[in-house]
T-cell receptor, first 111, second 113 residues
Framework: EPEVTQTPSHQVTQMGQEVILRCVPISNHLYFYWYRQILGQKVEFLVSFYNNEISEKSEIFDDQFSVERPDGSNFTLKIRSTKLEDSAMYFC?????????FGNGTRLTVT | AQSVTQPDIHITVSEGASLELRCNYSYGATPYLFWYVQSPGQGLQLLLKYFSGDTLVQGIKGFEAEFKRSQSSFNLRKPSVHWSDAAEYFCAVATDSWGKFQFGAGTQVVVTP
């Protein structure tokens, strides 16, 4: 069964540094998403992306965040200047007008 | 505002016993409802979904869930749990689009021998 793959599985970065989290969605999917889960908290919606543009974003997704689909396969989340509170598990998901398929997540630790 | 509540943070169940996980939602219209499972170090795997029609839905791994509109509930059940069912279970509601899911806080299931 096709899978959503995310790299790296764990990223450690210093506060103020830029990070890029990478995702390869399922190949025929058209809708792409990022969610995050701060330790001990709910999984939260960040952003959805369709037709090469953001279709919806949450209040969490401020100017420090950006998403990009640089080629036909990758979907990236960039955090421009990380803060301690950005430490979380970040999940990429994709769909084709169907339930979301999630990747295994990237655990981001900001020190 | 929409919300999803999973009242039980943690459940311990014996292997072979039945399991029921509760989920209540608050939403103005008939929502799209989902249950996902997260094993340690893994992503979120879809167990089952409800869009419309038969209110009892069957999922993978022997799970089922029943949508009860009158109670705004979508409880997940399994008649006989296996040790491999130990995981965290999330109820989710799709609100105004396919992808903007609202998740419950999750229920951690521990299976004892």
């Amino acid at each position: 069964e096709p899978e959503v793959t995310q790299t790296p599985s764990h990223q450690v970065t210093q506060m103020g540094q830029e990070v890029i989290l990478r995702c390869v969605p399922i190949s025929n999917h058209l809708y792409f998403y990022w969610y995050r889960q701060i330790l001990g908290q709910k999984v939260e919606f960040l952003v959805s992306f369709y037709n090469n543009e953001i279709s919806e974003k949450s209040e969490i997704f401020d100017d420090q965040f950006s998403v990009e689909r640089p080629d036909g396969s990758n979907f990236t989340l960039k955090i421009r200047s990380t803060k301690l509170e950005d430490s979380a598990m970040y999940f990429c998901a994709s769909s084709n007008n169907s339930p979301l398929h999630f990747g295994n997540g990237t655990r981001l630790t900001v020190t | 505002a929409q919300s999803v509540t999973q009242p039980d943070i943690h459940i311990t169940v014996s292997e072979g016993a039945s399991l029921e996980l509760r989920c209540n939602y608050s939403y103005g219209a008939t929502p799209y409802l989902f249950w996902y499972v997260q094993s340690p170090g893994q992503g979120l795997q879809l167990l089952l979904k409800y869009f419309s029609g038969d209110t009892l839905v069957q999922g993978i791994k022997g799970f089922e869930a029943e949508f009860k509109r009158s109670q705004s509930s979508f409880n997940l059940r399994k008649p006989s749990v296996h040790w491999s069912d130990a995981a965290e279970y999330f109820c989710a509601v799709a609100t105004d689009s396919w992808g903007k899911f609202q998740f419950g806080a999750g229920t951690q299931v521990v299976v004892t021998p």
